[in-house]
């Protein structure tokens, strides 16, 4: 059971848009800690998409977004790409267990 | 540019010890915090251990407090994950990460490709 909770999986077609929500509570994204989203291919180093909530690190384009709201943030991707098609985390830091949290994944199917 | 190497990963009995390593190249470990984090067969990411940029400080996922210990060696620009007492719920795959340092923002900018390790008997 992880600390914040991800859909298990979301799909969409290509050229479609769809949101992959992650979901806190009072100790860790409601606390003000930053969400960090993250992509991840099997057998890959995973790769940092969005950092500080909203923002995009260089070369990530600007189809993936991300959002924060009390205890949840969420990553809404649009134009989706077959190259898309990987495991989503979302992370931040939770006071009460004095380390860093991740979701339990989202995977995410292009049709 | 930034590379992370890891290594070190292997088969081991329960109740074993294995040491991993990871290779930094690009910047100094001296300058940024460095974390371990593993992803167990068929599961999502799990944190697991925290080094200061200037080492002092280390912190770890209550799995493995007093198991494992995490360190560096400066001269060799190398962060290492002693795993004492392995367990067979400690086989996954080891990365080691980046904390880097954007804008005030800490995220894991960088990380491994991974190390396996498989506690079996």
């Known amino acids: 059971q992880s600390v914040l909770t991800q859909p298990p999986s979301v799909s969409g077609a290509p050229g479609q848009r769809v949101t992959i929500s992650c979901t806190g509570s009072s100790s860790n994204i409601g606390a003000g800690h930053d969400v960090h989203w993250y992509q991840h291919l099997p057998g890959t180093a995973p790769k940092l998409l969005i950092y500080?909530?909203?923002n995009r690190p260089s070369g990530v384009p600007d189809r993936f977004s991300g959002s924060k709201s009390g205890t949840s943030a969420s990553l809404t991707i649009t134009g989706l790409q077959a190259e898309d098609e990987a495991d989503y985390y979302c992370q931040s830091y939770d006071t009460s267990l004095s380390g860093w949290v991740f979701g339990g994944g989202t995977k995410l199917t292009v049709l | 540019q930034v590379q992370l190497v890891e290594s070190g990963g292997g088969v081991v009995l329960p109740g074993r010890s294995l040491r991993l390593s990871c290779a930094a190249s690009g910047f100094s470990l001296t300058t940024l915090a460095m974390h371990w984090v593993r992803q167990a067969p068929g599961k999502g990411l799990e944190w697991v251990a925290f080094?200061?940029?200037?080492?002092?400080?280390?912190y770890y996922a209550d799995s493995v407090k007093g198991r494992f210990t995490i360190s560096r060696d400066t001269s060799k620009n190398t962060l290492y994950l002693q795993m004492d007492s392995l367990r067979s719920d400690d086989t996954a795959i080891y990365y080691c990460?980046?904390?880097?340092?954007?804008?005030?923002?800490?995220?894991?900018?960088?990380w491994g490709q991974g190390t396996l390790v498989t506690v079996s008997s």
């Open positions: 080094i200061s940029y200037d080492g002092h400080n280390k």
């Open positions: 990460a980046r904390e880097g340092k954007i804008r005030g923002i800490y995220p894991f900018d960088f």
């Open positions: 500080g909530n909203i």
